[in-house]
């Protein structure tokens, strides 16, 4: 079944604590992308990756990493979590992202709360 | 700065009722215009994308539009499983997307 998946779907967690979030995808996408979801906000983006070893800057990138080493992965990484990073967090990924406009789709979603 | 708003924030209606939800926009450059469903606790679900003034396109009780600086989503006789969260996003000719806030709408039986 073609699928993002994300990991873990939920995480509590203390500020300053170090955590991952995973994603992966199984459709050979080239264009995967980070968002966060906040009441009111809509979904923000994070940061985008074109392919391998190629990624930049979304809308609000400040406080986050991500690496792009293998097609199928993209984690998110908060080197030093706050308490305004708690938020609903999606992977999405499509096709290509140049040329032909492909759709996203979109992972679970990973709920993360910063105590 | 791109930016995409949606109205209304919220939306009842009753089983067959029909109605328009609306995106409005402002993009450096528009490569396309998506509409997602979303679920409560789900990711978004692609519905359709929007490429150029003047096209419409259609799956089942929904019909999205699309001008120069708003795209509507026309629900057409509406059902409860029609009840979601409906976001509006733009592409530019950068990279990256620009959601708005969604119009979360309830179908009442």
């Known amino acids: 079944e073609a699928q993002v998946t994300q990991n873990p779907r939920y995480l509590i967690t203390v500020t300053g604590k170090k955590l991952t979030v995973t994603c992966s995808q199984n459709?050979?996408?080239?264009?995967m992308s980070w968002y966060r979801q906040d009441p009111g906000l809509g979904l923000r983006q994070i940061y985008y990756s074109m392919n391998v070893e190629v990624t930049d800057k979304g809308d609000v990138p400040e406080g986050y990493k991500v690496s792009r080493k293998e097609k199928r992965n993209f984690p998110l990484i908060l080197e030093s979590p706050s308490p305004n990073q708690t938020s609903l967090y999606f992977c999405?990924?499509?096709?290509?992202?140049?040329?032909?406009?492909?759709?996203?789709?979109f992972g679970p979603g990973t709920r993360l709360t910063v105590t | 700065e791109d930016q995409v708003t949606q109205s209304p924030e919220a939306l009842r209606l009753q089983e067959g009722e029909s109605s328009s939800l609306n995106c409005s926009y402002t993009?450096?450059?528009?490569?396309?215009l998506f509409w997602y469903r979303q679920d409560p606790g789900k990711g978004p679900e692609f519905l359709f994308t929007?490429?150029?003034a003047g096209e419409e396109k259609e799956k089942e009780r929904l019909k999205a539009t699309l001008t120069k600086k708003e795209s509507f989503l026309h629900i057409t006789a509406p059902k409860p499983e029609d009840s979601a969260t409906y976001l509006c996003?733009?592409?530019?000719?950068?990279?990256?997307?620009?959601f708005g806030p969604g119009t979360r709408l309830s179908v009442l039986p």
């Open positions: 929007l490429y150029s």
């Open positions: 459709m050979n996408h080239e264009y």
């Open positions: 993009v450096s450059g528009l490569r396309g």
């Open positions: 999405a990924s499509s096709l290509s992202g140049q040329g032909t406009l492909y759709e996203q789709y």
């Open positions: 996003a733009v592409r530019n000719y950068g990279q990256n997307f620009v």
